[in-house]
């Protein structure tokens, strides 16, 4: 079984930083790229940063220049260092992976998710 661990939301005020963190962990061959998601009530799950196995990264124009997505591909992890946080940043944080369970079987995962409320 693998799963996905997301630790690091809670409340901020406007401005302030957050960092979250992702763990995966199980019966893991490699993975693939990772990414966060986040979802605000009533509205549609979002891709909010992106990182491949090589590094690239991409960004939700939203959070470009406030946002940095990285990995530590030794301790299977992915992170969201988030500063200038907005109000508009509030939402439950999911991180995803696409993980090969062995060299031919790919699977994509998802974190419970983290909640996040920038709120003076």
């Known amino acids: 079984q693998v799963q996905l661990v997301e630790s690091g939301g809670g409340l901020v005020q406007p401005g302030g930083s957050l960092r979250l963190s992702c763990a995966a962990s199980?019966?893991?061959?490699?993975?693939?790229?990772m990414g966060w998601y986040r979802q605000a009530p009533g509205k549609q799950r979002e891709l909010v940063a992106h990182i491949t196995s090589g590094g690239s990264t991409n960004y939700a124009d939203s959070v470009k220049g406030r946002f940095t997505i990285s990995r530590d591909n030794a301790k299977n992890t992915v992170y969201l260092q988030m500063n200038s946080l907005k109000p508009e940043d509030t939402a439950v944080y999911y991180c995803?992976?696409?993980?090969?369970?062995?060299?031919?079987?790919?699977?994509?995962?998802w974190g419970q998710g983290t909640q996040v409320t920038v709120s003076s």
């Open positions: 995803n992976a696409d993980i090969f369970l062995s060299y031919y079987s790919i699977k994509v995962y």
């Open positions: 199980g019966s893991i061959f490699s993975i693939n790229a």
